[in-house]
Antibody, heavy 114, light 108 residues
Framework: QVTLKESGPALVKPTQTLTLTCTFS??????????LSWIRQPPGKALEWLSH???????LYTTSLETRLTISKDTSKNQVVLTMTNMDPVDTATYYC??????WGQGTLVTVSS | SYELTQPPSVSVSPGQTARITCSGD??????AYWYQQKPGQAPVVVIH???ERPSGIPERFSGSGSGTTVTLTISGVQAEDEADYYC???????????FGGGTKLTVL
């Protein structure tokens, strides 16, 4: 059974760095072809893909945010970490990790406010 | 950059057929996926690879495509189908993920 769960702070201040962790089970990210992704959704708005990390440690970022994003994995812990620097109130959103398209975490709401 | 365009809203009465479109230049070359999202919940895929229905998804959900437009069809809409629906595809080289802007389906 595949499960994913996001964790991280619910509130961050503007200019701070956000660190989110996705802890998963039911599969291995070292399996050839495997990929995990981060997606976010501002309140009342559409889904926005942020980043992928692949089994071979290849990484991909959405163009508009690639200077602020870093994705990494710890295969031994079954975790993927996303960091986003210089947070702004417009980054307020629910952040999901997912094994697109089939498996999604429940999401974690991050509010950016002073 | 590539975009997927959906109508903001679609309304149907129970038992009728709802059709939600998604348009984009990548669609003739890349698969489309459809997600259902209910308030406070994560998206759930209802259509894979243009027209494949995952196990557990009711038969009333179907997908089709023609050229730069794909369509999610819900036949015999039920009250429980009221949700936001998102199409998703990838860029032309199949790596970056693109989501449509979402369509709110209202069951009257």
């Amino acid at each position: 059974q595949v499960t994913l769960k996001e964790s991280g702070p619910a509130l961050v201040k503007p200019t701070q760095t956000l660190t989110l962790t996705c802890t998963f089970s039911g599969f291995s990210l070292s399996t050839h072809g495997m990929r995990l992704s981060w997606i976010r959704q501002p309140p009342g708005k559409a889904l926005e893909w942020l980043s992928h990390i692949y089994w071979d440690d290849d990484k991909l970022y959405t163009t508009s945010l690639e200077t602020r994003l870093t994705i990494s994995k710890d295969t031994s812990k079954n975790q993927v970490v996303l960091t986003m620097t210089n947070m702004d109130p417009v980054d307020t959103a629910t952040y999901y990790c997912a094994r697109i398209p089939d498996y999604w975490g429940q999401g974690t709401l991050v509010t950016v406010s002073s | 950059s590539y975009e997927l365009t959906q109508p903001p809203s679609v309304s149907v009465s129970p038992g009728q057929t709802a059709r939600i479109t998604c348009s984009g230049d990548v669609l003739p070359n890349q698969y489309a996926y459809w997600y259902q999202q209910k308030p406070g919940q994560a998206p759930v895929v209802v259509i894979h690879q243009d027209n494949e229905r995952p196990s557990g998804i009711p038969e009333r959900f179907s997908g089709s495509g023609s050229g730069t437009t794909v369509t999610l069809t819900i036949s015999g809409v039920q009250a429980e189908d009221e949700a936001d629906y998102y199409c998703q595809s990838t860029d032309i080289i199949g790596t970056s993920v693109i989501f449509g802007g979402g369509t709110k389906l209202t069951v009257l």
